[in-house]
């Protein structure tokens, strides 16, 4: 099976108006978004609280390309059915919230999606080595997970060591945390294929403006595109 790996724009709906989901949700899209990012925190695994399954399922009613659903959550396995019954495409659990990681992803996928694996900044590329055959997408935060808007810490020798190590598999290699033009070159040169972006998309936008969205996603893809356009 191969993967075709054209960069994909992931706007985080964190940096969305939270009173206007379904408008600002329909504008990102029209405005060239591949994917939809949902973050859900729990105020337990992170310092932060957010969306819960009837969230998610609303968002669902919005999404026409990919819900691609973050959980920051502790512990993982009990809410997996209900994130696959509120309609998400992915669901990423992080290695650190569990002691049995393989369990989980091998759950998310039986319960018909797939199957994503966040590495926090301190966990080595290495950690995700005997996962690689149970995941679709690695994703490697490269923020400490809780809060939107955070600085950039710079991940891209683990970005390639997991390039590396995923060679042919059909693995997406997605980054998280304070992408803007100019990180996500840097994180595409070095192997990643879907860039999450929160503020940097949302930043001077809104549902009623949403050309700034779009020219925001489209600074991002430039910058991406100037590395590879696509990765083999």
Known sequence: ?????????????????FADFGREIRAIESQGADWV???VMDNHFVPNLTFGPPAVKAFRRHVTTVMDVHLMIAPVDPSIQAYADAGADILTAHLEAGPHIHRTLQAIRAAGMRAGVALNPATPAEAAAHLLDLADLVCVMTVNPGF??????????????????IGDRPVHIEVDGGVDPQTAARVVGAGADVLVAGSAVFRGGSADRPRIYGENIAAIRRAADAQTGTLA
Request: hydrophobic share 40%; aromatic share 2%; proline share 3%.
């Open 1 to 17: 099976m191969t993967l075709e790996r054209t960069v994909k724009i992931a706007p985080s709906i964190l940096s969305a108006d």
């Open 37 to 39: 990012h949902v973050d």
């Open 148 to 165: 939107g808007g955070q600085s950039f810490i710079d991940m891209t020798d683990k970005i390639r060591r997991l390039r590396a190590m």
